[in-house]
């Protein structure tokens, strides 16, 4: 059976997003951006990006050079080009954040630190783009769990591709475009293809396969998970059309939001379905930390898509509108996104370390690597955080949203010493640990061609995983 070698730089893309989303949420603390500033001001855009491109883009990205080549058990293609790809993303990101802070006035540079911007982060995600659709398009026929990945990619192009033509427009460069008005009408779009397309989409479909796999559950049959991927196909797609819209004279109202946003409340129930199927069919009745810290991410999936389509055909305010997005962004994509960190990096890291030991002395489980309860309290303080936050925003209280974000901060950055304390086999006892010059880099993974640690969907199933 083919197999897929570990990721050399996932590490370092989870490295990089974690550091982006402490950063945003101690600006959040510090009282920088929504609900402190405008929703459309630039101390605003800050934060969201610091969130949507800095950390959930790069964990999504990271966790995907790892795990595509191992779902469809084929090795990644190109796989020289992930440094350059995160350098790229990074940097573009900084310069985005940068362009921003000039149009705030909080620094002096030239505003075409945006178009700049856009060209880093164009270049990044289109080598993320290269290195996974080469991937899968080396499996013939396509499966369905690709055309997940492939969707939301396409959706990435879009919200790229729209992100650079609003940091064209802001800089003054928008001539090229004649008389579309592209904003504010395309925000909507932008932010539903990033944030429902890239994120949310491909989300799903990687946890159709993961979750099958961490729960030992009987995997759902193609025809069930079909229309999820045909529905908020449709939605994403009519988000596509809001974008261009304007190019054919055409206005997109808030009718195509509430439509696209509908689409994709139908394909989360069906998901929202099979989740639960899966749950009561596993055979691993023990739920580990990775499984625990998803629930809620699934309750604020739950709340906060039922009601956004609702909020916005009804005219609701801009804080309770940004309230259901914030709950969507950090409670489910986020919350999501720490929990499965937690199970990627200590299966990543007792590969590295153990698997090639197996059968030649004592292996620790991979749950041992991390530790418990202690790590559990740490997401009860983000989610914590995320519930008092939505209800800060929604109710307007500025304040009250401030230490909402305190909290997660502590939980965030209680994840993140753990996630050192697992990498530095910190839980295991000092004689089941290699030598140290055997034992894993923080921010890389040890590549080595002879040691059985690829990876193969198996091990992954094993019930030392
Ligand atoms: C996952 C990817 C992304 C998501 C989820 C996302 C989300 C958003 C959201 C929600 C807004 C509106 C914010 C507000 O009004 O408070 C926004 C605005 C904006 N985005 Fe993005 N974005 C993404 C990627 C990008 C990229 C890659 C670029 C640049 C190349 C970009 C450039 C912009 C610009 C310039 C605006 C400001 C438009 C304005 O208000 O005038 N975005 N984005």
Do not use: K, Q
């Given at each position: 059976m083919p197999t897929a070698s570990l990721s050399r730089w996932t590490m370092s893309y989870f490295a990089a997003a974690l550091a982006f989303l402490l950063a945003a949420e101690a600006l959040a603390v510090a009282g920088i951006g929504y609900p402190a500033a405008g929703l459309a001001e630039p101390a605003t855009l800050v934060v969201v990006h610091l969130m949507a491109i800095g950390w959930l883009s790069l964990a999504m990205a990271g966790a995907l050079l790892q795990f595509v080549p191992v779902l469809v058990s084929r090795p990644l293609a190109f796989p020289a080009l992930a440094l350059p790809a995160l350098l790229s993303l990074v940097t573009g990101l900084l310069l985005l954040c940068g362009g921003f802070a000039v149009l705030a006035g909080w620094i002096n540079a030239p505003l075409d630190l945006l178009p700049l911007a856009a060209a880093g982060l164009l270049v990044g995600f289109a080598l993320i783009g290269l290195m996974l659709g080469a991937t899968l398009f080396?499996?013939?026929?396509?499966t369905l769990f690709s055309r997940f990945i492939l969707l939301g990619l396409a959706c990435l192009a879009a919200t790229v591709l729209s992100g650079a033509a609003f940091a064209a427009l802001l800089a003054g460069?928008?001539?090229?475009?004649?008389?579309?008005?592209?904003l504010p009408d395309g925000l909507p779009f932008h932010a539903l293809l990033g944030?429902?397309?890239?994120l949310g989409l491909i989300a799903f479909g990687v946890s159709y396969k993961l979750f099958v796999m961490f729960m030992m559950a009987p995997e759902p049959p193609a025809r069930r998970v079909l229309p999820v991927m045909l529905l908020a196909g449709l939605g994403l797609a009519l988000a596509s059309g809001g974008l261009v819209a304007p190019f054919a004279g055409f206005e997109p109202g808030t009718a195509l939001v509430v439509a696209a946003l509908g689409l994709l409340v139908l394909a989360s129930g069906f998901y929202g379905r099979d989740m639960l199927a899966l749950y009561r069919g596993r055979r691993r009745k023990a739920l580990e930390i990775n499984m625990l810290g998803s629930l809620p991410a699934f309750a604020a999936l739950g709340l906060g898509i039922v009601l956004l389509p609702a909020a916005v055909a009804g005219g609701a305010t801009d804080g309770l509108i940004a309230a259901l997005v914030f709950l969507l962004a950090l409670g489910w994509l986020g919350g999501l996104t720490l929990a499965q960190l937690v199970k990627i990096v200590s299966f990543m890291t007792w590969l590295e370390t153990y698997a090639p030991r197996l059968g030649r002395g004592p292996a620790p489980r991979v749950g041992d690597l991390v530790a418990m309860p202690r790590t559990g309290w740490w997401f009860l303080s983000y989610y914590a955080g995320v519930a008092g936050g939505g209800a800060a925003l929604a109710a307007g209280g500025a304040t009250g949203f401030r230490w909402a974000m305190l909290f997660c901060l502590a939980g965030t950055a209680g994840i993140v010493a753990e996630l050192a304390r697992v990498r530095r086999l910190s839980e295991i006892k000092a004689a089941d640990r290699p030598v140290a010059q055997e034992r894993p880099r923080m921010l890389l993974a040890r590549i080595d061609q002879?040691?059985?640690?690829h990876v193969d969907s198996r091990r992954i199933a094993s019930p030392r995983a």
């Open positions: 080396n499996v013939r026929p396509v460069r928008g001539g090229w475009l004649g008389a579309v008005a592209l944030f429902g397309g890239w002879r040691s059985p640690s």
